[in-house]
């Protein structure tokens, strides 16, 4: 299995992006999801998450402002980001927890795709 995020790129702050995560594969189901970001010179920490079957939640800071989906028809995770704030200028990288079969289930991570927020 294979992740693989695109829709990065520069934007002017109040802009809008969609990050999407295609995932390839053998793959019989995509259970939980996520996104995280590394800032600059930062830690990566968790930005959003959607469980199988329940509820986003969301960082603090991007609440109201980001929204977190998947498509389990087409394989694919996506992040909506609106309001875009230079504070959110990372590298931005899908998770996911991906069930090859019915028996195992293993986490994935996608190589990250760059948002840049100028002021």
């Known amino acids: 299995v294979q992740l693989q995020a695109s829709g990065g790129g520069l934007v002017q702050a109040g802009g809008s992006l969609r990050l999407s995560c295609a995932a390839s594969g053998r793959i019989f189901k995509i259970n939980d999801v996520a996104w995280y970001r590394r800032p600059p010179g930062k830690e990566r920490t968790l930005v959003a998450s959607l469980p199988a079957g329940g509820s986003a939640n969301y960082v603090d800071s991007v609440k109201g402002r980001f929204t977190i989906s998947k498509d389990n028809s087409k394989n694919m995770i996506y992040l909506q980001m609106s309001n875009l704030k230079p504070e959110d200028t990372a590298v931005y990288y899908c998770?996911?927890?991906?069930?090859?079969?019915?028996?195992?289930?293993?986490?994935?991570w996608g190589p990250g795709t760059q948002v840049t927020v100028s002021s």
């Open positions: 998770k996911a927890d991906v069930q090859p079969d019915r028996n195992y289930e293993y986490e994935f």
